[in-house]
């Protein structure tokens, strides 16, 4: 298991490289051009000068999160492949520089979704917070002008303004996309995109859907586990994989977590590890990873990865915001929670792997 931490970029992110380097065990950037909207070519100049800064700080460069796909890929239309070779230039260059796992998703239009980013908690906290009567009874104008007023002036991966100022065209797009349709559009995406991972040595990691259920009529395809094996298999490959995100499937209690992580253990390149508190009307809010904080057993999910002597990428996700970073940080990317995430998961497999030792 390597220890990861997704940083935006130097102009673009408030935690610095030297910071992260003071938290135990972080040995990779997950990293991006934050600035390119999807579809965009990745210019090797500016590849190469962000590879440098980071490795320059200490840190590998294996894991990009995201490249995102362009719309035209997921709705299927003809403009599909001249997309679909940009995205294959990408791969190519980025493997160039040394980079193993590209995480992205599929979702149509919005990335995670969320109604409130600063939900008030009782210990004086705030985290990000779902309140499914508000999505279902508004309309997605409404949540996309809340998300970006409420976004501390960050840019947002998946929330980019320029693409959602056109939002009704957006959506009149996705009209006859069905879930059947949009797993074709998946399958198409990857067989033309996997062969060229193979050659080159990359690893694709799909993200899961969140919240992990349809919503404003869109389909969603990467929610369950039905939908990751259809992923898995649909292209049968060793570069064709999966993000485990624990908060993103578990904010659904039907999603057990425990039993995707073993099951599609050798299809995992990359775990997102975060808690979520799910209420019984279907809202959640997300926590600290402490297990018991939330709904997730995320001893039992890094017990499984223990056990099946994972190799790939980890990294803390959204944590709640702390001691008032609120006014400033990105949403569910502050420091401290994420810190103190990454300490969570380095005291429990530092654990496992100690009794283990002394077993043998
Ligand atoms: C991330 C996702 O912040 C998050 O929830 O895990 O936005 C993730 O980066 C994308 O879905 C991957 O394409
Ligand atoms: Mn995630």
Redesign the pocket.
């Known amino acids: 298991m390597q220890i990861t931490w997704r940083w935006y970029g130097s102009n673009n992110d408030d935690i610095t490289l030297s910071t992260i380097k003071q938290i135990p065990n972080v040995k990779g950037i997950v990293w991006s051009l934050h600035h390119k909207q999807a579809g965009e070519i990745w210019e090797e100049q500016e590849i190469e000068a962000e590879v440098k800064k980071i490795k320059d700080s200490g840190f590998s460069v294996d894991v990009v ?2 490249v ?1 796909v362009h719309d035209d890929i997921k709705i299927g239309l003809a403009s599909r492949d001249h997309y679909i070779d940009i995205y294959i230039d990408t791969i190519r260059k980025l493997a160039k520089v040394g980079v193993k796992v590209i ?3 599929f979702m149509p239009v919005f ?2 979704t969320r109604t409130d980013l600063y939900h008030q908690n009782d210990d004086g906290s705030n985290s990000l917070y779902y309140e499914k009567s508000l999505v279902e009874g508004v309309d997605a104008q409404t949540i996309v002008d809340r998300i970006l007023k409420g976004a501390n002036d960050k840019t947002m ?2 929330w980019e303004p320029e693409r959602l100022a056109k939002l009704q065209e957006l959506f009149d797009a996705y009209k006859d996309v069905t879930e059947t349709k949009l797993q074709e559009n998946l399958k198409y995406f990857l067989e033309r995109i996997i062969p060229i991972c193979e050659e080159v040595d990359v690893k694709m990691a799909i ?1 899961p859907d ?1 919240p992990p259920w349809p919503i404003f009529n869109l389909p969603r395809i990467a929610r369950s586990y039905e939908h990751l094996k259809y992923i898995v298999e649909c292209v049968d490959s060793p570069c064709n994989g999966l993000t485990v ?1 624990t908060g ?1 499937l578990g904010a659904s209690g039907k999603n057990d977590l425990v039993t995707i992580t073993n099951d599609f253990k050798d299809k995992i390149f990359f775990m ?1 590890i975060r808690n979520v508190k799910r209420f019984s009307n279907g809202d959640f809010v997300e926590t600290s990873h402490k297990y018991d904080d939330g709904d997730i057993d995320i001893i039992e999910v890094m017990k499984t990865l223990h056990n099946n002597k994972y190799k790939y990428y980890i990294r803390a ?2 944590g709640r915001h702390l001691w008032g970073e609120e006014k400033k940080c990105r949403p ?1 990317y502050g420091l401290y929670d994420r810190a103190l995430g990454v300490m969570y998961l380095n005291g429990i497999w530092d654990t496992l792997e100690k009794s283990s030792n002394e077993t043998k």
Do not use: A, L, M, Q
């Open positions: 999160e995201s995102n995480c992205y998703n990335d995670w991966p998946g993200h969140d995100c993103s997102h996700d959204h569910g």
